[in-house]
């Protein structure tokens, strides 16, 4: 079972995309995800037992296998972005948008009919496709090569147009893109950033803010540490700038876990200069969603001032996550967590079970007092698949 390190020595920027997450912002995203009939806080497990088996004072794990019955996180961002641009186009601000007025006749008619398009591996997908039903719009979303039928299939049950092309996915963002362009109310709805493309992908990340608002504020004290996946990185962005605003006196060590194939952070921290990487070719790995090559430049500006350490792992990695958490210690609670939600414990386990990461667990800080704090992104969002891997023994 192997990780590549890369410990963070770039250049501070002038960290000018630091407020996008304050908590201020993430706080009026919360509020809003609060007024959907379908809202609930996601739980976060306590895994008490795991913690001493692995020798720190405290590990939880937020499962976001429960969150508005889409068994990932991901719907959290498209929803908050869809819910600004429709704020912009009708001149208000998102507080006066809350679902019962979103949802509205009146205002679908005010607004009109807009096609929001989105390139996924499948969960950011889902959750375009399902705001766009529950708000009366269209979602057209392309799915990059190996994607699975069932997770395509839970994106036609939301009523988009859905089509896997033969190419990888940053080439589905260009191809939704350019399509976008050529519809008449096309949007491109993204989570990821480049030049020219930011707000969206800026709301996207105050949307993911409130999983981590509910994991703090369900935790109740400070995590010493964070371990966090990573595609684009909106979702770490997200995760490391609101707690960087939360704990501005004493942050949280924050890990970004991607995998080999994609690894474009994990080489952007190698590089050491401060400068983005990008990542191409086939992404065979079973974390189909974090198969990205290339950074959320917003993103990257927050994870290269305040993230400590990037791990590049192989799939056997996320395939221990998930079977750790699947089958936890005794009296600790069962998490069910897919290939890409697992990667982050399973990259803690990893540094703390294996001798040969002894000098990076050293380095990280991680010890008896430690409280550490993961995110487990997605359930079983392709269950015979999941069944293989945690039930069976195989490798995908």
């Not at 960290?15 to 379908?38: G, R, W």
Request: net charge negative; charged share 25%; with cysteine.
């Amino acid at each position: 079972m192997e990780l590549k390190v890369a410990w963070n020595t770039m250049p501070e920027s002038a960290d000018q995309n630091l407020p996008i997450m304050s908590v201020k912002e993430v706080e009026k995203a919360h509020t809003f995800h609060a007024s959907f009939p379908q809202y609930a806080p996601t739980p976060l497990a306590d895994l008490n037992g795991m913690a001493k088996t692995l020798g720190v004072g405290c590990v939880r794990v937020k499962d976001e296998s429960y969150r508005f019955g889409l068994n990932a996180f991901k719907v959290l961002g498209g929803s908050y972005a869809m819910a600004r641009y429709i704020a912009d186009k009708t001149g208000r601000d998102v507080s006066e948008l809350p679902y019962g007025v979103l949802t509205s006749k009146k205002l679908r008619e005010e607004f009109g009919q807009a096609t929001f398009f989105s390139a996924t591996d499948g969960n950011h997908g889902r959750g375009v496709a399902w705001s766009a039903r529950v708000l009366g719009q269209k979602a057209v979303i392309r799915m990059p090569k190996g994607t699975t039928q069932r997770r395509l299939q839970n994106i036609r049950d939301e009523g988009a147009e859905v089509t896997i092309e033969d190419m990888n996915y940053d080439d589905c963002v260009r191809l939704a893109a350019s399509q976008a362009a050529k519809v008449p109310n096309g949007v491109i709805v993204q989570d990821t950033a480049w030049e020219g493309y930011e707000k969206i992908p800026s709301w996207i990340m105050q949307g993911y803010g409130t999983m981590a608002m509910e994991a703090a504020d369900q935790m109740g004290v400070r995590p010493t540490h964070i371990f966090v996946q990573a595609g684009v990185g909106s979702l770490a962005g997200a995760v490391t700038g609101y707690f960087v605003n939360r704990y501005r006196d004493n942050p949280p060590v924050i890990t970004v876990v991607e995998t080999y194939d994609a690894a474009c952070l994990y080489e952007g921290a190698k590089a050491g200069d401060g400068n983005i990487r990008k990542v191409g070719g086939d992404m065979p790995s079973i974390m189909a969603g974090l198969n990205c090559g290339e950074p959320n430049i917003t993103s990257w500006d927050i994870l290269r001032n305040h993230v400590s350490c990037f791990i590049s792992a192989e799939d056997s990695v996320a395939r221990r996550g998930m079977r750790m958490l699947g089958c936890p210690v005794k009296g600790d609670a069962q998490v069910v967590s897919g290939e890409s939600g697992a990667a982050s414990f399973g990259a803690f386990a990893t540094i703390m079970l294996q001798d040969e990461y002894r000098e990076v667990r050293e380095k990280l800080g991680l010890d008896a007092n430690s409280r550490v704090l993961c995110f487990s992104t997605e359930g079983d969002t392709d269950p015979e698949r999941y069944r293989r891997i945690v039930w069976e023994g195989q490798d995908r």
